[in-house]
């Protein structure tokens, strides 16, 4: 009898933990989704890009994107994920910016840097077309940078699809840029000194301090207003071939650097 009371409290034991266990996991998850730790870890990554930022030399070979950026305005500076922590570091200040991101919960902390950076903040999806990207307020975003731009504002935009197919456009950039006219600069930004998540779909990349900064801005790509689907898909073809090729600059130019 002993051994049968044993051998059924163990089963009961290690539910028991399990259970326990569940619930710390679920309460530490809260916890870090909270509005006060995500403020904080805001904070935090923003004082630390501001660091980083100042310790980087830039690489000899850069686009003057000053100036590129300044003669464009308002434009739609295309980037890919994972290079989303490098985008404030080639605004110029003068100029007011708006910037695309998704409305998922892990979005909330960029949200926050971004701001802090000064930039103007539209939460949506940009990439999809249809059904998906009305659900995830795609269309609500498209009408929001619409007017940014109408009021002079350029729009930062990350040109692929969350979780698609990494470093190929969506139809977002294209339609924003098809009915308001203004052009698409498809950009690249890498540091000398980096550390990618490779775990990561996107492969983000983390700027590190004391490296060479390499910024490229091709040349602007502007979507006719009466584009069919036909044009619209050259179009697509065109910005990622042109921020593919941004991105394959910028690596040389770090790679070549002094």
């Known amino acids: 009898m002993a051994d049968e009371t044993a051998g059924n409290a163990a089963p009961l034991k290690r539910s028991w933990l399990q259970g326990w266990q569940r619930r710390w996991r679920r309460i530490g998850r809260d916890v870090l989704r909270s509005r006060v730790a995500t403020v904080l870890a805001g904070a935090a990554i923003y004082r630390g890009l501001c660091f980083v930022r100042a310790t980087q030399k830039e690489a000899p070979g850069s686009s003057d994107w000053e100036r590129i950026l300044d003669e464009e305005h308002p434009a739609i500076v295309g980037l890919w994920h994972g290079q989303h922590l490098l985008a404030p570091f080639f605004r110029p200040p003068k100029l007011p910016y708006v910037a695309l991101l998704s409305r998922s919960a892990d979005a909330e902390i960029n949200a926050i840097v971004v701001e802090r950076?000064?930039?103007a903040t539209v939460r949506g999806s940009g990439g999809r077309a249809g059904t998906v990207g009305a659900q995830k307020g795609g269309a609500r975003a498209l009408i929001a940078l619409r007017r940014f731009l109408?009021?002079?504002?350029?729009?930062?935009?990350?040109?692929?699809?969350p979780k698609g197919t990494?470093?190929?456009?969506g139809l977002?950039?294209?339609?924003?840029?098809?009915?308001?006219?203004?052009?698409?600069?498809?950009?690249?930004?890498?540091?000398?000194?980096?550390?990618?998540?490779?775990?990561?779909w996107d492969k983000t990349?983390?700027?590190?301090?004391?490296?060479?900064?390499?910024?490229?801005?091709?040349?602007?790509?502007?979507?006719?207003?009466?584009?069919?689907?036909?044009?619209i898909e050259i179009k697509r073809r065109e910005i990622t071939q042109a921020i593919n090729a941004a991105n394959e600059a910028v690596e040389r130019?770090?790679?070549?650097a002094p």
């Open 172 to 200: 977002g950039i294209v339609t924003l840029a098809r009915i308001t006219g203004r052009p698409v600069l498809p950009s690249a930004a890498v540091t000398s000194r980096r550390y990618v998540v490779s775990s990561s």
């Open 253 to 256: 130019l770090v790679r070549d």
């Open 117 to 119: 950076f000064g930039i």
């Open 205 to 231: 990349t983390v700027p590190l301090p004391f490296g060479r900064l390499a910024v490229v801005v091709g040349k602007p790509i502007t979507v006719p207003a009466d584009a069919d689907d036909t044009m």
């Open 150 to 161: 109408a009021d002079g504002f350029g729009v930062c935009m990350i040109a692929d699809v």
């Open 166 to 169: 990494p470093r190929k456009a």
